[in-house]
């Protein structure tokens, strides 16, 4: 039986706060139960193991960073892809390990798997093949991810004066730090060329070259 007022929502904003607190290795569902008062047996009623419950995290920082006033209004490929970037790094800066939570999750819940339907069936409509598809969704939710963390890595080292003296005279690390000092417009800089370079493709492909 269900502990009384126990349910996946509950369980996965205290998860979230652990997150914040010791970060995803530190992470467990005893954890988790001990804040929510429960005995951990409690919670294997709403998830069988950790796999579960990092998955339907994963499901709530990107639900909780969806911005649908930003979702695009045409059906466009290009669109789709750069509003998928935007919400997916943002959903990621906002909890410590967020990078490594999303890579270690599975989009298991019906709605995210019918939205990766949705966003790939659009992909293939507007010229991309099956496989192009894919990878143009794995090329840019990599990116946002992946550039996410490398943001919150840059923060954590600049806290570290010592590791600041001892590379911030090389010349080529000044450049890239220069560069990344601006993070929105680094951001957005690399997901247009991303993007352009998904244009010339499509743009070459045989079929649209007619």
Known sequence: ????????????????????????????????????????SALYYHFTNKQELLDEMARAIIADALNL?????????????VFLARTQRRAVRTHR???ILMFRSRPTAADQLAYLDTLIQLLITDG???????????????YA????????????IALDPAVLEKI???SGFATIAEAAAAEDA????????????MRAELAAAPSNSA
């Open 1 to 40: 039986m269900p502990a009384a007022g126990l349910d996946r929502d509950a369980i996965v904003r205290v998860a979230l706060t652990q997150l914040d607190e010791v970060g995803l290795e530190a992470l467990s569902l005893r954890r988790v139960a001990k804040d929510l008062g429960v005995h951990p």
């Open 186 to 197: 680094a951001f957005e800089h690399g997901l247009h060329w991303l993007i352009e370079g």
């Open 128 to 142: 991309f093949t099956a496989e192009g598809a894919g990878r143009a969704f794995s090329a840019v939710s990599g």
């Open 145 to 156: 991810i992946g550039i996410a963390a490398a943001e919150q890595q840059r923060a954590n």
């Open 168 to 170: 911030g005279a090389h």
């Open 97 to 99: 390990d967020g990078a």
């Open 69 to 81: 006033a930003d979702a695009p209004h045409r059906q466009r490929w290009d669109d789709w892809l």
